[in-house]
């Protein structure tokens, strides 16, 4: 009923930007709380930041002032403008969506969202 696709990963050197973005095919019901985590190898997934129903955004601390999230509430887009990139930050990036319609309050855990995109790998070198 709604796919997530994830877009504009790569392989860059540190302190350069990449910007991810995930499209959504749910066009029919408008503020879908949306959200990116990011994985590495061997580590748990992990919440990088969202935007809820009511477009409020949050980060997480390892990226808030590096990382911007932008929300196009209508279209069900949410883009992720990484700068200053770390090779901490290496990891595959996931778009997820609301299994719901609409909630105020960005969800931060993983069973918090029902759809999920097939993840960008993001490696950032020394």
């Known amino acids: 009923e709604v796919q997530l696709v994830e877009s504009g990963g790569g392989s860059v050197q540190a302190g350069v930007s990449l910007r991810l973005s995930c499209t959504s095919s749910?066009?029919?019901?408008?503020?879908?709380?949306m959200a990116w985590f990011r994985q590495a190898p061997g580590k748990e997934r992990e919440w990088v930041g969202g935007?809820?129903?009511?477009?409020?955004?949050a980060y997480a601390d390892s990226v808030k002032g590096r990382f911007t999230l932008s929300k196009d509430n209508f279209k069900n887009t949410l883009d992720l403008q990484m700068n200053s990139l770390r090779p901490e930050d290496t990891a595959v990036y996931y778009c997820?969506?609301?299994?719901?319609?609409?909630?105020?309050?960005?969800?931060?855990?993983?069973?918090?969202?029902?759809?999920w995109g097939q993840g960008t790998q993001v490696t950032v070198s020394s």
């Open positions: 997820a969506a609301y299994s719901a319609g609409e909630r105020i309050g960005v969800g931060t855990r993983v069973d918090d969202y029902g759809h």
């Open positions: 749910w066009l029919t019901r408008p503020y879908i709380p």
């Open positions: 935007s809820d129903s009511g477009n409020n955004k």
